[in-house]
């Protein structure tokens, strides 16, 4: 018989593991395999074993072996590839394992394309894990089967998969053009990849499972992957790429170069640097020498498509700026730590000076402002807190000092600061010791502290299951807390003591602790066991753990946890919503706010909220808050957080349901329980039913959607523009309809009624909107913009990046001394400023309620953001920068009239236009001022300042209840 299938398996004393690999194959569906098993000179008995194997299945199995040791992968792949007999080869490390289809699958997409290569997904096994962890490696590549003429028809094929085990390669192809695996270096598969990929006149990509690729993390022996501290490894990984580089140039490929050099930023080099901080002065030197020739040669655009770490890490090793490198690989590591001082220059915030501000590209790397550091409240900061030394007297106590970086001075000289040092076991639910700090110092970029610990004396771990202990920095600033991890660099714990410790169960088990080195670079403490009776102690617990009795504790625990997870999941609340908390009782009078999925306190709920308290209603309100807790929030409210259990018997038992969005799309709304929809804006975007997604779904989804709109028993209407568009699209009944214009533009109608409309200068401030400008601190002699753009998603509906379509510095150089520029961005997006802006541009996208902030506006400068239609009704002036209209209007989701000749203001489609609009408002002002009264007649009819006091009096009899 024929044989297809080649697979070469290669071993190096991994006698244990050869024949698990070895049955994967011959277990394959497809029986034409062969099995040529390579031994690279095993001392173990690693060939004996494939030798039975050879003779347990004579004309399936061969076993090979070579004279001497070869140090690696490629010369037992060489030798299996001179000797396969089948058309087509693929290779298997002998601790992994091929799929039960691989060679079936691979096989029948290479005779269908004539492909070849064939690859296939690689699966990586965590065997070690805890939970079975298994990770699909660049499963984008294989989400369905496709056929490449060339690999520059995908480039990241060629830069991101570059395994050679996962893939199945015609012998003839591989004769042909030579292709052979590098001996005598690591990272052979790069190159032979490489190689292979641009040799391949057809290659074809599969959507199965092929290889499982199994990861031990905590073994002793790692895999040459796994040693990255080595420094052969990184020099044998730089002349692989280099070789790469050399093929790519021979063959013209400067766009799979380019795609390269992007990889290497982002994957490659932050392999290694990650482990820089716990390396020493020579090896980091070494370490320098190889990357620097390397770097020089990567394609200066690369660094854009990095990410700014990655590509700052990159300039300051190039420069061998070890100071400011190395916290930079701790940020590497830990995203979103705060690793220096960071510095300020001319507006923008750079990760560090040292004289690269004076080099163009330097600057331009350096330069983190987008990240947004210097915006981000003091308690969310992860800031770098340094060990600078640790010692301990060798019984049980230790002695820390360790510096807390202050980013742009944000803890102030002057500042109350109290601190402590905080242990606490990895399992959350154990006990945590505390130790207060000796000394805490203020010195201007950081904040030295000194501690002492009498770890012996008064840490009392239970023993056996808090065996992980975490230390932490609680630093209080002004009464402000925030939590820092302990960095440890360099060589610092190479002298440290186990130390004595006394675990409440028993010292039988563990009578020390020994601190280590988390993976993440932190201090922490692992228990351990020193004495002759602790360490038989602990051999006893490991052998029962791994019996029967530890089976059958972890798969109770395992049992309890999932019972838990069961318990608080999302099936299971939704079914106990229904089968028990709708049986409960109405509760007259509950009331059930939510405005915007409960992420804010605003809009008309909160209008109907105030009006009735107002006139003093007895009802029992209940607001919804999304996060981890409620800010801004009423105080004279219950505060229940969405989805919590609270939550539901709220909804359960509400007289009424008061939201501006929609409550929980699966919870059924009783009968007895009233749903008032107040809604969040007239449409100018196609919505509901009108939505392309929503054309495109199934009937049986559709009438699910109209189930959850159903539920709607009253719905707001401000105009008859929202019965032709809103009403229809949603399938509302005319009977729903309530035709009373919105509770939150109560304010706006009274606003131009009391003569703050076209008029309104900055000297006319009263009351509510001279304290917000107070608040915001905006010069009495400044008018103020209000920049609010809507919310932008692809055709799912998903959100997009935001990023502010104009330029604000070149904004506050042109109009920065007539203007305060108000940003309020949709609560969906995040919006980072420079602080070269500072003052002059502001992020009110924080504040709950837009409509204090409508008030405060002498003009909007929008996009398609239904708040046009209620900006209106102030008669000022705005602007519509629609820089993305044409695909907005026909690519996104389309909109029910077209805003460039109904638009009551300038509408601008390029920044330069943006500005001299802005340069010229007044003459907008009184161009537009017809267009406006027209917009307000044909898209607010029904809002004439009466709607909360309407809806109060319809629903809550207008008075005490």
């Given at each position: ?374 915006v981000r409240p003091l308690p969310s900061m992860f800031l770098r807190n340094r060990l600078t030394t640790y010692e301990d007297d060798g ?567």
């Amino acid at each position: 018989m024929e044989t297809d299938i080649s697979v070469v398996v290669i071993v190096y004393n991994d006698a244990t593991r050869l024949p698990t690999a070895v049955s994967s194959v011959l277990a394959q569906t497809l029986r034409a395999v062969e099995v040529v098993i390579v031994d690279d000179c095993s001392t173990d008995g690693s060939y004996e074993v494939a030798q039975g194997l050879a003779a347990a299945h004579p004309g399936r199995v061969r076993a090979l072996r070579l004279p001497e040791n070869s140090g690696g992968c490629g010369a037992p792949r060489n030798h299996g590839i001179e000797h396969a007999r089948g058309r087509y080869v693929m290779f298997l490390d002998s601790d992994d394992e091929l799929e039960r289809n691989a060679c079936r699958n691979m096989l029948e997409a290479a005779d269908r394309s004539g492909a070849d290569l064939v690859s296939g997904l690689c699966v990586r096994v965590h065997v070690d894990s805890r939970h079975g962890k298994r990770v699909e490696w660049y499963p984008w590549l294989y989400a369905r089967t496709r056929t490449l003429d060339s690999i520059a028809e995908l480039p990241d094929l060629f830069v991101f998969d570059t395994l050679s085990t996962n893939k199945c390669y015609r012998r003839d192809f591989l004769l042909e053009h030579d292709l052979r695996f590098p001996v005598g270096i690591h990272y052979e598969d790069l190159l032979f990849s490489a190689r292979a990929y641009l040799a391949a006149d057809r290659i074809t990509l599969i959507p199965n499972r092929v290889y499982f690729w199994n990861v031990v993390e905590k073994g002793g022996e790692r895999s040459i992957s796994n040693r990255r501290h080595e420094i052969a490894n990184f020099a044998h990984r730089m002349e692989i790429h280099r070789r790469i580089d050399e093929l790519l140039a021979e063959r013209g490929q400067e766009e799979l170069k380019f795609r390269k050099d992007v990889k290497f930023l982002k994957h490659d080099l932050v392999l290694h640097l990650r482990d820089l901080p716990l390396l020493d002065t020579e090896y980091r030197h070494r370490f320098a020498e190889l990357a620097r020739p390397y770097i020089a040669t990567l394609d200066p655009a690369a660094y854009e498509e990095a990410q700014p770490i990655q590509a700052v890490c990159a300039y300051l090793l190039d420069r061998e700026d070890w100071e400011n490198l190395l916290p930079a690989a701790d940020t590497l590591t830990n995203r979103d730590k705060i690793s220096v001082p960071l510095v300020e220059r001319e507006g923008r915030i750079y990760w560090c000076d040292a004289g690269h501000l004076a080099d163009p590209e330097g600057r331009r790397i350096l330069d983190v402002t987008d990240e947004g550091y210097h915006v981000r409240p003091l308690p969310s900061m992860f800031l770098r807190n340094r060990l600078t030394t640790y010692e301990d007297d060798g019984r049980g106590t230790i002695r820390l000092t360790g510096r807390v970086v202050n980013p742009l001075g944000r803890i102030a000289p002057g500042a109350r600061l109290r601190g402590q040092l905080e242990f606490r076991a990895r399992r959350r639910s154990l006990r945590t010791f505390r130790f207060p700090l000796r000394t805490l110092d203020h010195t201007g970029e950081f904040i030295d502290w000194a501690a002492e610990a009498d770890l012996a004396g008064r840490l009392r771990p239970l023993g056996v299951i808090d065996a992980v202990w975490d230390v932490r920095l609680v630093l209080e600033v002004d009464g402000e807390r925030l939590r820092t991890r302990l960095s440890v660099d360099g060589p610092l714990l190479d002298r440290a003591e186990r130390l004595r410790v006394r675990p409440r169960l028993t010292r039988l088990v563990a009578d020390r602790l020994e601190p280590h080195v988390s993976r993440r670079g932190h201090l922490s403490f692992v228990l351990t066991s020193r004495g002759p009776a602790a360490r038989r102690a602990r051999q006893a617990v490991d052998a029962a753990v791994a019996g029967r009795a530890g089976d059958l504790a972890r798969a109770g625990v395992r049992g309890a946890r999932k019972a838990r997870r069961r318990v608080d999941s999302g099936d299971t609340k939704i079914r106990t919503y229904h089968a028990a908390l709708l049986k409960l009782p109405v509760r007259k009078g509950l009331v059930v706010f939510e405005s915007h999925l409960g992420k804010q306190y605003s809009d008309s709920p909160r209008a109907i909220y105030e009006e009735m308290r107002r006139r003093g209603i007895d009802f029992e309100p209940v607001w919804s808050y999304a996060g981890r807790k409620p800010e801004g929030f009423p105080a004279d409210a219950t505060l229940v957080r969405r989805w919590s259990w609270p939550y539901l018997r709220a909804l359960a038992q509400a007289e009424f349901w008061i939201d501006n969005q929609g409550f929980p799309l699966k919870l059924t709304k009783r009968p007895e329980t009233t749903y008032l929809q107040t809604w969040h804006g007239s449409a100018l975007k196609r919505m509901g039913f009108d939505e392309p997604r929503h054309k495109l779904q199934s009937r049986p989804e559709q009438e699910r959607y109209q189930q959850v709109l159903d539920r709607f028993d009253h719905f707001l209407i401000r105009s008859e523009h929202d019965v032709r568009t809103l009403a229809r699209a949603l399938r509302l009944r005319e009977e729903v309809l309530l035709r009373t214009g919105y509770p939150r533009n109560d304010a706006l109608v009274a606003g131009r009624s009391a003569g703050h409309s076209a008029g309104h200068r900055t000297g006319h401030r009263t009351g509510r909107t001279a304290e917000l400008a107070a608040e915001l601190g905006i010069p009495e002699d400044r008018r103020v913009l209000l920049y609010a753009p809507t919310f932008r998603g692809g055709t799912s509906g998903r959100a997009r990046g935001f990023e502010l379509p104009f330029d604000v510095e070149e904004f506050t150089r042109r109009l920065g001394d007539r203007y305060v520029l108000l940003v309020r961005s949709h609560y969906l997006d995040h919006v980072v400023l420079p602080p070269s802006v500072r003052g002059r541009v502001l992020d009110v996208t924080g504040h709950h309620d837009i409509t204090p902030l409508l008030l405060l506006a002498d003009a909007l400068v929008t996009d398609y953001s239904s708040v046009m239609f209620d900006y209106a009704l102030l008669d000022r002036p705005m602007l519509f920068y629609a820089y993305d209209w044409e695909e907005y209007a026909n690519e996104t989701r389309g909109t029910y009239f077209d805003l460039r000749e109904h638009a009551p203001g300038p509408f601008v489609e390029t920044e330069e236009a943006l500005f001299s609009a802005l340069a010229d408002l007044k003459a907008a002002d009184t161009e537009y001022a017809a267009a406006r009264h027209r917009f307000v007649t044909e898209y607010g009819e029904y809002d004439r300042g009466d709607a909360a006091r309407t809806i109060v009096d319809m629903f809550f009899g207008g008075g005490r209840r």
